[in-house]
């Protein structure tokens, strides 16, 4: 195996007065626990490919991503773990001076080539890495895909997520949450709060994903991104420092700030029937943070 069980997360039960008050239960999966650098659903997202390009005796890997994407430092780290070589196609010209994600990522031996954004959505690899790399394996940008998603449904599995009423996580790309509603029993709601403004095309790339039965058997919350992508504001950062002195739960700004700001929102409109036991999927993205003004977190 190549990924054990010291995988199993360790899960956080909440206690704060308005869960009492509404007579509800909740939990945190800490995935951010789960590795340093690998943390988070990209563990769980990568494994399959990983472990398919060993398999297939490749050399290398290229991906995809932004300059701040912690899918980029994920296989990155997990490549130099199995001594595969990684390569990261950024988007946008290269920078003066990399972002902290590229420079960890770089130090974790990947190589980065910077395609400017318009020719990077086509996502076509350069021939002359082709003929630099002949037949490496290739992930998706955000590890979106089949494998992705196999391996994200693992982590209920390595969980007692059968007493769960409702399962909460942030989305991207969907994989993870494809993951979730494939592992999911048919009782449980699974809802999936949007990073992204608008991202429409979401419930299309996750219903591509999962197997006929679990099609649209989950929910998609599309009011939370703060103004898009890796925005946001104060009322933001403000919600993630109190969340902390709380919960003395770390968040990130780009995932999972917004997925527990969306579900304290949703405890307090009533989302919840009393007696419903909420787990809240934490992906990881902690080293997002490191781009924000020293000291506008308090962890
Ligand atoms: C990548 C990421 C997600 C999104 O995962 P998808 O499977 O692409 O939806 C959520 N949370 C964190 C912290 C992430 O890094």
């Known amino acids: 195996m190549l990924f054990t069980e010291k995988l199993r997360p360790r899960v956080d039960i909440l206690q704060f ?18 590795d340093p650098v690998v943390s988070g659903n990209k563990w769980f997202k990568l494994k399959e490919y990983i ?24 296989t990155a ?5 199995f001594g595969i070589t990684s390569v990261g196609i950024i988007r946008g010209e290269q920078p003066k001076i990399i972002s902290a994600t590229l420079k960890h990522a770089t130090e974790q031996g990947m190589i980065l080539f910077f395609v400017e954004r318009e020719k990077y959505k086509s996502k ?9 790399y002949p037949g490496a394996y290739i992930i998706n940008e955000g590890g979106y895909g089949f494998l992705g998603m196999k391996g994200a449904s693992s982590i209920l599995r390595l969980l007692s997520s059968k007493k769960y009423t409702h399962i909460l996580s942030a989305v991207g790309t969907g994989t993870t949450m494809a993951g979730l509603v494939e592992s999911s029993d048919i009782q449980q709601k699974v809802i999936g709060i949007s990073s992204m403004k608008n991202n429409f095309a979401l419930e ?22 703060f103004g898009g992508y890796a925005k946001f504001n104060s009322d933001l950062i403000h919600f993630m420092n109190d969340w902390y002195l709380t919960t003395n ?25 009393p007696g419903s036991k909420v787990l809240l999927i934490h992906s990881g993205g902690l080293q997002g943070n490191n781009s924000l003004k020293n000291g506008t977190l308090i962890f």
């Not at 297939?56 to 991503?65: A, D, L, P, Q, R």
């Not at 076509?124 to 630099?132: D, S, T, V, W």
């Open 17 to 34: 007065a308005l869960l009492n008050q509404k007579n509800i239960e909740s939990e945190v999966a800490r995935l951010d626990l789960v």
């Open 77 to 81: 780290a997990l490549c130099k773990t």
């Open 124 to 132: 076509e690899i350069p021939q002359f890495l082709h003929n630099k």
């Open 51 to 74: 472990g398919e390009a060993l398999k297939e005796n490749k050399t290398s890997i290229v991906t995809f991503g932004g300059p701040f994407s912690n899918h980029i430092i994920a």
């Open 204 to 225: 299309n790339q996750i219903n591509h994903l999962v197997s006929k039965e679990n099609k649209n058997r989950f929910q998609l919350l599309h009011d939370y991104h």
């Open 249 to 273: 739960i770390p968040s990130d700004f780009v995932y999972t700030g917004k997925l527990f700001f969306a579900f304290s929102k949703m405890l307090e409109e009533d989302d919840f029937p």
